[in-house]
């Protein structure tokens, strides 16, 4: 039987970040049983067209997935569990932001199903959560991720890394104090200045200034040190886990597997009928309810994704990893060897400078080729 990871989008926040371009939206009132009856409808149209599956993991993404009501998650996990077949232990994640309204709503998570949170902290520095547009203060976020700790048996948190100003020493006395905290998974993001962002205007008038590559590449070693200093690897750039404790949602997404995305502007990869498909959902949250209400689901794109492609998509995802990528694996999925979807002077290259390793039929990023990885990708990538 195929296996499936599900991913849910509740596209809401209280507040846009000025760093965000993440499709998330702020309503003054949210109309939570319509958008909750519309998610539980477009997953009952794509279980009947994919039939039963493997369900490895559900992990309800934003937006900011907390302001939902603990009522509509367990609704879902429940109509997942029966349209699938969830493995024993499935992981089930739900991000959540470190407001005292929202901590208070862990228990009744928990109670739906959730056994695994995944904390938006960003920041423990009081100035850089202002700075962020945060609407928690470090205090609660503290607060947060000791109430997670006592309620999930799984605990993950966001920090965000190479802020204007931002020292080594620093950065690594947060890094200290969050992994005191909750030292099982740490997702790592570095502050960027994205597209149709409120940062974007700022570093477009000159008013906004992040730090060079050599800082933020020192932080992101850094961040290394201290994860291992709390029994934390890097199995991926930019996530670090203690043995065991790695995301098996999203390790489904960089080991090329299938993914079902339901939810306003939500992606996945589906193979049906032989076919790996690429799928998009309607983007604006009411035009992708009003879609649901009318046929089922607020797809707005289904197409097939060519077996070249697909080998550049698994490339780009796989050499991410810590483990790498199988040959073997990667062919079979892809349809494509993997040394045809690479360029064999640049892959030569690469290698004889340290950045990538063959051994035992997988390829590799090394610590070196990961700290430009995507320099290295476009390289390679036939």
């Known amino acids: ?61 934003g937006g900011t997935p907390s302001l939902m009501a603990p009522a509509t ?43 695994r949170v995944s904390v938006g902290v960003q920041s423990l520095d009081p100035a850089a959560l202002a700075f962020l547009g945060r609407q928690h203060s470090a205090d609660q976020a503290v607060a947060a991720l000791q109430v997670a700790r006592r309620i999930f048996p799984r605990v993950s948190f966001d920090l965000i890394y190479a ?15 969050a992994l005191a905290l909750a030292s099982d998974h740490l997702s790592l993001y570095q502050l960027t200045i994205e597209p149709g962002t409120r940062f974007a205007a700022l570093a477009a008038r000159g008013e906004l200034h992040l730090p060079d590559g050599d800082v933020a590449a020192a932080l992101y070693e850094a961040t290394a040190e201290e994860a291992a200093a709390f029994g934390l690897a890097a199995y991926e750039v930019s996530n670090y886990a203690r043995p065991g404790a790695e995301s098996r949602h999203n390790l489904s997404y960089w080991r090329y597997e299938d993914y079902a995305g339901i939810g306003p502007g939500a992606h996945g990869r589906l193979t049906l009928d032989g076919t790996r498909r690429a799928t998009v959902r309607q983007r604006a949250p009411e035009a992708w309810a009003a879609r649901v209400a009318r046929s089922g689901h607020g797809t707005s794109e289904d197409v097939t994704v060519p077996p070249e492609e697909q080998a550049r998509e698994a490339l780009l995802m796989g050499l991410r ?32 400078e340290g950045y990538l390793v063959r051994a035992e039929g997988r390829l590799c990023a090394t610590g070196p080729g990961r700290l430009r990885l995507d320099a290295l990708l476009a390289a390679i990538v036939a």
Request: hydrophobic residues 45%.
């Open 1 to 61: 039987m195929d296996s499936l990871a599900l991913y849910v989008h509740w596209p809401f926040c209280l507040a846009k970040c000025p760093y965000c371009d993440f499709n998330s939206h702020v309503r003054e009132r949210i109309d939570q049983d319509r958008f909750a009856t519309a998610l539980r409808r477009e997953l009952a149209w794509e279980a009947a067209r994919l039939g039963r599956r493997r369900l490895t993991s559900i992990f309800f993404g």
């Open 73 to 115: 998650v367990g609704a879902l996990i429940d109509d997942a569990s029966r349209w699938f077949d969830p493995v024993a232990g499935i992981e089930i994640t739900l991000e959540a932001n470190p407001t005292s309204v929202e901590a208070a709503r862990f228990a009744g998570f928990r109670a739906a199903g959730v056994n």
């Open 163 to 177: 802020r204007p100003g931002q020292t080594e020493a620093d950065w690594r006395a947060e890094l200290r104090r």
């Open 321 to 352: 990893l810590a483990e790498g990528i199988d040959a073997a694996q990667f062919a079979t999925r892809t349809g494509v060897a993997l040394e045809a979807a690479l360029n064999p002077q640049m892959l030569a290259a690469a290698e004889a």
